[in-house]
């Protein structure tokens, strides 16, 4: 027996529903991601780092074209950083979040600049300071050296007494890194070593130690850029 045929193409769109199927979702109805508290709080922290690292670029290319003040870019910058890591402190947002590459490509995110910024972990008015005023001249102001030495021995001091974890060398890493650059904007020997254990830190745990054969190097780096230093400061 021959099928008869069809008298038009069959396509996607020629499916007719059948009146034994009924609607069971409510358009009207808001559809909610979570069930528990917990995954609300959890979703709002997910969606609080996306928005951190969206404007964190967006900041970025704002400094890149001077439009705002350095000053407003780091305090705007250190904010961003600081609510970014206290968001992933948290040890269930820190491992839905996994990494920031991961998190990047579920959410299909690039942000280059706000990646390199949150790699290093300082503004870029910390890593690469600007020309000091030039009414302060070739003398640095005793106090500002005397500050950045400090912080030096504090540092120094606290990896031979064992201190090697991460969340108490970054703060002593950045204070140095600060008082540095207010001393004087010009590089010395080494220096490019603060800012490199700074990155290295910044990639750790909170809780991460150095191994002993990084701490070693830690200090001999540290020593190394504290000697580059005071040289600087006896150049005329």
Known sequence: MSRRQLAYAPTPYSYTPTSNLSATINLDEE?????TSAERDLYESLAEVYSIIVTLDALERAYLKDS????????????????YKSNLSDETVSKAFVDLETFKGAWDIECPRAT?????GLPATVEHPSARPATQGSEANATLVVAATENFITLLDAIKVGMVEKDLLHPL?????????????KDFDNKGK????????NQMRAAEKLTED?????????????NGFKTTLTRK
């Open 116 to 120: 390199e910024r949150l790699r290093v």
């Open 68 to 83: 705002v003040t350095d000053a407003e870019y780091t305090e705007t910058c250190n904010r961003l950083l600081k609510q």
């Open 214 to 226: 990084q701490a070693r190097e830690f200090s001999f780096d540290m020593n190394q850029a504290y």
């Open 173 to 185: 890493l950045v204070d140095i890194i600060q008082a540095v650059n207010e001393v004087s904007d």
């Open 194 to 201: 603060i800012v490199e254990w700074l990155i290295t830190l």
């Open 31 to 35: 559809v909610k991601l979570s069930t």
